[in-house]
């Protein structure tokens, strides 16, 4: 079985400063890995995936992770935050093979101040 | 249109009743998924399919029962709604290979 830590509920940050979501994953097999971002009244939606080749993943709107297989983490960052990204961030892991389904970290909420 | 459709939106029920959500997709996925959000534990899987007649349990399925319809459609239901089944219930699709997972709206049920 996986499962997932995200270790912050909650992350305050100013407008324009840098944000690192911390997410560590435990599995006994070879996952893929997932960030998913909920706004407000909304469903979820994909920020960016790794599945394989190069451990540093972009993914949309400006947001990045990097695979670290020794850490078993995936840690998600954004150089400069905008009002607009306050949001509940969601982790997530799948198997790599196999009859499977997705394992999601309990959320952190990015809360962007002016 | 959207890809993946929930209906209700938002459902207040009482302690007791039958409910059921439906969920619909039209992007030709064959694999669904219902999982509930509530807060501060993330989203749990509650059951999922992997096409019509492979409908399997998840971490939290006690409770619940499922029906796939057709490939395009996966419904949810309590058959007998209790209070702790308040929460936010999301189904998502993906393709074959199951590497991406796509989301409803969601559904806001109450049960009081």
């Known amino acids: 079985a996986q499962s997932v830590t995200q270790l912050d509920s909650q992350v305050p940050v100013f407008e324009e400063a840098p944000v690192e979501l911390r997410c560590n994953y435990s599995?006994?097999?070879?996952?893929?890995l997932f960030w998913y971002v909920q706004y407000p009244n909304q469903g979820l939606q994909l920020l960016l995936k790794?599945?394989?080749?190069?451990?540093l993943v972009k993914g949309i709107n400006g947001f990045e992770a990097e695979f670290n297989k020794s850490q078993t983490s995936f840690h998600l960052r954004k150089p400069s935050v905008h009002i607009s990204d306050t949001a509940e961030y969601f982790c997530?892991?799948?198997?790599?093979?196999?009859?499977?389904?997705?394992?999601f970290g309990s959320g952190t909420r990015l809360q962007v101040q002016p | 249109d959207a890809d993946v459709t929930q209906t209700p939106r938002n459902r207040i029920t009482k302690t007791g009743k039958r409910i059921m959500l439906e969920c619909s997709q039209t992007?030709?996925?064959?694999?669904m998924y219902w999982y509930r959000q509530d807060p501060g534990l993330g989203l749990r899987l509650i059951y999922y399919?992997?096409?019509?007649?492979?409908?399997n349990k998840g971490e939290i399925s006690d409770g619940y029962s499922v029906s796939r319809q057709a490939q395009a459609k996966f419904s949810l239901s309590l058959e007998s709604a209790i209070p702790n089944q308040t929460a936010l219930y999301f189904c998502?699709?993906?393709?074959?290979?199951?590497?991406?997972?796509?989301f409803g709206p969601g559904t806001r049920l109450t049960v009081l």
């Open positions: 399919s992997f096409d019509v007649k492979d409908i």
């Open positions: 790794y599945l394989s080749g190069s451990t």
């Open positions: 992007k030709g996925h064959d694999r």
């Open positions: 599995s006994s097999v070879s996952v893929y």
């Open positions: 997530a892991v799948i198997r790599d093979t196999g009859r499977r389904a997705l394992t």
């Open positions: 998502a699709t993906s393709d074959s290979r199951g590497n991406t997972q796509y």
